[in-house]
């Protein structure tokens, strides 16, 4: 069975660091574009960053670029996302998710984490 698992949240204060981690079991990740996405309460889930399957594209959201970074070893069959300079507002569950394009539609991912929650405090 294809799982995604997230690790690496936690409550941290404005301005602190976080790493997420996203391992794989029965799929093997290098084949496919990885993406990370997170949704807060009331709010729909949105897209922060993605990595092609070799790593050589990079997509971030506006809300995040030059704060936040994906990463993977592929040889790990894992997915990275580094959070630095955390602000509240990037309080949410965070998603990890996997696809054969990488994409800031959240459509074009067929598999899914079951996500870890970060939580900023001012």
Known sequence: QEQLVESGGGLVQAGGSLTLSCAASGRTLSAYAMGWFRQAPGKEREFVAAISWSGGR??????????FTISRANAKNTVYLQMNSLKPEDTAVYY??????????????????????????S
């Not at 990488?102 to 074009?108: F, L, N, R, Y």
């Open 58 to 67: 990079l997509y971030y959201a506006d809300s995040v670029k030059g704060r």
């Open 96 to 121: 990890c998710a996997a696809g054969p394009v990488t994409s800031v539609v959240t459509t074009t991912y067929n598999t899914w984490g079951q996500g870890t929650q970060v939580t900023v405090s």
